[in-house]
């Protein structure tokens, strides 16, 4: 009998070996950027995840630590010279602090009010990237980020920066997956399913809530610092109420509280509009029709849907083998 | 070992408790009963840090813990269970329990995330442990069931078995026995009863007469939000001013 936790490595490391030999199959430079945008997706959506899957608090900010971590590179390397790979973590505490200092008033509201917070928070950090010309550049964005380089191995190709976008995004993986396993996992699941029970138990709610706020902004911004370096241009509309939005539907479609899930998510609302331009006027109806379907027949998301169908397919495979004996 | 002064308790113009005074003693098993809309639930969320009392004060072992949030007083030891049943739904019976031992273990993000050693240790710890407070409880065999999924009955027992998990002084239940059939409530009493033998206080609101009578040392009578009576089960039972409230005499 294979124990439930060495089943979960197998499943790790076939999903990490597959997406590592993906490159092999997928030579194509097209394919590969979506591939790198996908990575990013997946890192944001595992993040925002850990906040709306398994503590249950809404953030329709999330691209703000999106943006904070890409602007922060953009602008350290290249205004201040400073080596790029101190700036990720720079950057990335950075955000972890505003997430910090954000979220103990704002992570004391619940529901509509937190996702109205969180909502006015993004749009704050929208405008200041549009306003503050001198040093973002405004809306006209920043360019000639310089692309991450390790000894004489320059970032700049789309194989390269697949490979190191994809090795920090499974990392992120499997640290998340530890984390929502443990006892800090549990925590947050309870404060999901009962916050009052959860206290009672020991559990400082809210401050849980802030400490996995600032972790989620944490992983965000660093996936901002890889999005700004491997696409050496960033401008405010990336990071924009749309694209927060559109993360809270990456971990809807792909299923609250499942790492993977994320990971399907992301990769199906990054390539759905690459493949809808053929219906061109028409694509954005029926990628809304898309994910209505999606969400009427998956509710649990696409990873719970996945699951149902396999266990489907086992019990019919099982009552044709009775049958035949 | 838990003293109540003088708590007041009021909800705009409506007094729910008034000047209500009360001690348990160490390692007994305490009733509080009354006619609906006495003010017991509202004692006990005052008690437990759930609502702020508009007076008064509550101590534990001599300690002050008037106005302290739930969280520090599951820290300090003292828990309660809910009328109506608070569990963790989405997460397995074991997993329930398992929260139970939050206070009794301390990995931290870091140490979750990268399963450093000593977390592993400590997971193991939760695991044993926690599956030795569902065979105290008797419901070890559906561990890996969804709690969501639970006859009444047994998500009484769980919800039991998860306070038992923070080691606590003293357990406060809020009416344990409702919505479940009488042999389910013979078997809490026994479950009860192994409490107290741990140590630990038990508290509980409880409409049940049989049960409440059968287990309580002591009985404390609320009516409209005053304390009407304490003593033995006998003592209670056979004063007039408890015979009045319940039977509604002048």
Redesign the interface.
């Known amino acids: 009998m294979i124990t439930e936790e060495k089943r979960q490595i197998f499943i790790f490391l076939i999903f990490a070996l597959a997406l590592l030999a993906a490159p092999v199959f997928f030579r194509e430079s097209y394919l590969l950027t979506v591939l790198v945008f996908i990575g990013i997706h997946t890192m944001l959506a595992v993040a925002l995840n850990l906040l709306m899957g398994y503590a249950g608090q809404i953030s329709l900010g999330h691209a703000a630590f999106f943006g904070l971590g890409a602007y922060l590179s953009g602008i350290l390397t290249t205004r201040f010279g400073l080596d790029p790979w101190l700036v990720i973590i720079l950057a990335a505490l950075c955000a972890a602090v505003v997430a910090f200092v954000i979220g103990f008033p704002i992570l004391k509201l619940k529901g509509h009010y937190l996702a109205m917070a969180t909502l006015g928070f993004g749009i704050i950090i929208y405008i200041v990237f549009n306003e503050t010309v001198d040093w973002t550049g405004g809306p006209s964005g920043l360019s000639s980020i310089p692309s991450l380089q390790i000894g004489t191995i320059i970032f700049d190709s789309d194989l390269y920066n697949y490979y190191l976008v994809w090795i920090i995004t499974l990392c992120v993986m499997l640290?998340?997956i530890?984390?929502s396993q443990?006892?800090?996992?549990?925590?947050l699941?309870?404060v999901?399913?009962?916050e009052?029970?959860?206290?009672?138990?020991?559990?400082?709610?809210w401050f849980l809530k802030v400490?996995i706020f600032t972790?989620s902004a944490f992983i965000s911004a660093v996936a901002g610092s890889l999005y700004a370096h491997a696409l050496t241009f960033i401008s405010p509309a990336s990071f924009g109420f749309n694209f927060s939005v559109e993360l809270v539907t990456m971990v809807v479609v792909g299923g609250l509280?499942s790492i993977y899930g994320s990971f399907l998510g992301a990769a199906i609302l990054t390539v759905l509009p690459e493949f809808l331009r053929v219906f061109e006027d028409f694509d954005v109806v029926i990628y809304g029709l898309l994910l209505i379907i999606m969400n009427m027949f998956m509710p649990g998301g696409l990873i719970s849907g996945l699951e149902m169908l396999a266990q489907k397919v086992v019990l019919k495979i099982k009552k044709k083998r009775h049958a035949d004996a | 070992m838990l003293k109540v002064n003088n708590i007041t308790k009021t909800f705009g113009g409506l007094t729910a408790l008034e000047d209500v005074s009360l001690s348990v003693c160490r390692g007994s098993i305490t009733g509080i009963i009354g006619p609906n809309g006495a003010g017991k639930t509202t004692l006990f969320n005052i008690i437990t840090g759930l609502y702020t009392q508009s007076a008064g004060e509550v101590f534990l072992e001599g300690k002050n813990i008037s106005y302290f949030p739930p969280e520090t007083l599951a820290g300090l030891g003292l828990v309660r269970t809910f009328q109506n049943v608070e569990l963790f739904g989405q997460m397995t019976v074991w997993e329930n329990v398992m929260v139970g031992l939050h206070t009794k273990s301390r990995s931290g993000f870091f140490s979750c995330a990268f399963k450093l050693p000593r977390q592993i240790r400590e997971e193991k710890f939760i695991r044993e442990k926690s599956m030795h407070w569902l065979d105290f409880t008797g419901i070890a065999d559906i561990a890996r069931m969804r709690a969501d999924n639970l006859p009444f009955g047994k998500s009484r027992l769980l919800e039991i078995s998860r306070a038992l998990a923070l080691e606590p002084r003293i357990v406060l239940m809020d009416e344990p026995a409702a919505g479940l059939n009488s042999r389910e409530t013979l078997q809490l009493a026994a479950v009860i009863r192994r409490i107290k033998e741990l140590g630990i206080t038990v508290v509980l609101v409880e409409h049940d007469m049989d049960l409440v009578m059968d287990i309580c040392e002591v009985i404390i009578v609320l009516n409209l939000g005053k304390k009407l009576a304490q003593g033995t089960p006998r003592e209670v039972q056979e004063n007039p001013e408890v015979i009045a409230a319940y039977l509604g005499e002048d």
Request: no cysteine.
């Open positions: 640290l998340s530890n984390l443990s006892r800090i996992g549990r925590a699941r309870a999901h399913d009962s009052v029970a959860a206290r009672v138990m020991g559990i400082n709610a400490q972790v509280g």
